[in-house]
């Protein structure tokens, strides 16, 4: 199971922290983070392996926003710097036992967090 926390309303420029609490059984290759603004479809963020660390970013959040984990607190980090009104969304993680680089396809994630709501204001 996994909990996504840390959304909230910002203004433009600021930075938030988003986590994802992992429960039970770590059996998934990565989490990913996907966020889905109103009225539009879900869009990669990022993701993260597991094991290894290594890491996906999708283009409009490079050189902002960075995924981290701790595999001993079970807990996927988001921390998203120099927000903008277009980074408005809800944020949702996800676990996926795929190959990291189909990561920004929303098909290969097979458990969903809530989702937490980020807002940006201009």
């Known amino acids: 199971q996994l909990q996504a926390s840390g959304g909230g309303l910002v203004q433009a420029g600021d930075s938030l922290r988003l986590s994802c609490a992992v429960s039970?059984?770590?059996?998934?290759?990565?989490v990913g983070w996907i966020r889905q603004a109103p009225g539009k479809e879900r869009e990669f963020v990022t993701a993260i392996r597991w094991n290894g660390g290594s890491t996906l970013y999708a283009d409009s959040v490079k050189g902002r926003f960075t995924v981290s984990r701790d595999n001993v607190k079970k807990t996927v980090y988001l921390q998203m710097n120099s927000l903008k009104p277009e980074d408005t969304a809800v944020y949702y993680c996800?676990?996926?036992?795929?190959?990291?680089?189909?990561?920004?396809?929303?098909?290969?994630?097979?458990?969903w967090g809530q989702g937490t709501l980020v807002t940006v204001s201009s």
């Open positions: 039970g059984r770590t059996s998934f290759t990565y």
């Open positions: 996800a676990a996926s036992n795929a190959i990291l680089s189909a990561a920004h396809r929303s098909d290969m994630y097979h458990t």
